[in-house]
């Protein structure tokens, strides 16, 4: 399953990185294709949600980090995956949300 970090960065120190790459790191760490937009190296809010939005479609579930609601580019990749009827996670609640992956798709993980 591929999944699509996203949450606030501008306004952060280091724009919020060193929080979206502990995110990265755990989903992949239990098997998935993360995209992460702390690693596209931009920014230029304009050009780096051009980068995000244009990959947002190939992903099947966006996984929001916590303060994503106050983030003008989070706030938009919501809009965007309501619209395309993409699941939504919580990342502070994705144990209950791998849990649940696992149980419908008999996924198993590395990290359990």
């Known amino acids: 399953m ?3 970090l996203s949450g606030p960065m501008t306004g952060y120190l280091k ?3 060193p929080r979206f790459n502990e995110a990265a790191q755990f989903l992949r760490k239990n098997g998935f294709d993360v ?3 702390a690693e596209i190296g931009l920014d230029d809010w304009v050009s780096a949600i051009k980068v ?3 990959n947002l479609p ?3 579930a966006l996984v929001q ?3 994503w609601d106050k983030s003008r580019g989070a706030r938009l990749e919501k809009y965007i995956a309501d619209h395309l009827c993409m699941e939504i996670w919580q990342y502070n609640a994705i144990e209950e949300h791998l849990a ?3 149980a419908i798709s ?3 993980t590395s990290g359990g």
């Open 2 to 4: 591929k999944l699509y």
């Open 15 to 17: 724009y919020n990185r």
């Open 35 to 37: 995209f992460n937009p």
């Open 52 to 54: 995000g939005v244009r």
């Open 58 to 60: 190939d992903y099947h």
């Open 65 to 67: 980090l916590e303060g």
């Open 100 to 102: 649940r992956y696992r």
């Open 106 to 108: 008999g996924f198993v």
